[in-house]
């Protein structure tokens, strides 16, 4: 298991916007990340004290970044930044997500990596029972052209 201070430097989130605390598992196809966030008061992505099941396309989009991060460390170098610019057959099976009881278990699975963009599939559960699942594409390309 690694927790936050071996990867929180490899995501661009900080504070309470880092929404994962641990990595339970990793390889090159995907990630095992565990949260804990959706019961904090001060989770920065609640609105009128109650977090919508849709949040959690946040929790795998983080998973997927810091997999990028880990995969990148892991080769010498350092992930390109990206832009998560879309969701694609998201279905949630729940309606909110902080009055779950336990921590949530955040899988992301690489489909594609490319030089300009990543596409994963993820799925958020809590103790085996699915909260949402998905697909997350990210473009690197986008902000690598706005530096240039």
């Known amino acids: 298991m690694l927790d936050k201070a071996y990867w929180q ?3 661009p989130h900080r504070g309470a916007m880092c929404l994962l605390h641990a990595i339970v598992a990793w390889d090159e196809a995907g990630i095992h990340a565990r949260a804990r966030s ?4 001060d989770n920065p992505l609640r609105a009128d004290g109650r977090l919508h099941a849709v949040n959690l ?3 795998g989009a983080q998973a997927m970044a810091v997999h990028g991060g880990l995969l990148a460390r892991r080769a010498g170098g350092v992930a390109a930044p990206g832009l ?3 969701l ?3 279905k949630l099976y ?7 009881p336990g ?3 955040v899988h992301a699975q690489c489909l594609l ?4 963009a990543m596409q994963y599939a993820f799925r958020v559960e809590q103790a085996g029972a699915v909260l949402a699942e998905g697909r997350a594409l990210a473009n690197t390309a986008a902000l690598d052209s706005r530096h240039t």
Request: hydrophobic letters at 50%; glycine letters at 4%.
């Open 9 to 11: 430097d490899l995501i």
């Open 38 to 41: 959706h019961r904090q008061a």
């Open 57 to 59: 396309c946040e929790y």
């Open 84 to 86: 998560l610019v879309a």
């Open 88 to 90: 694609r057959a998201v």
């Open 94 to 100: 729940a309606v909110r997500v902080d009055d779950v």
């Open 103 to 105: 921590d949530l278990d």
């Open 113 to 116: 990596a490319g030089a300009e």
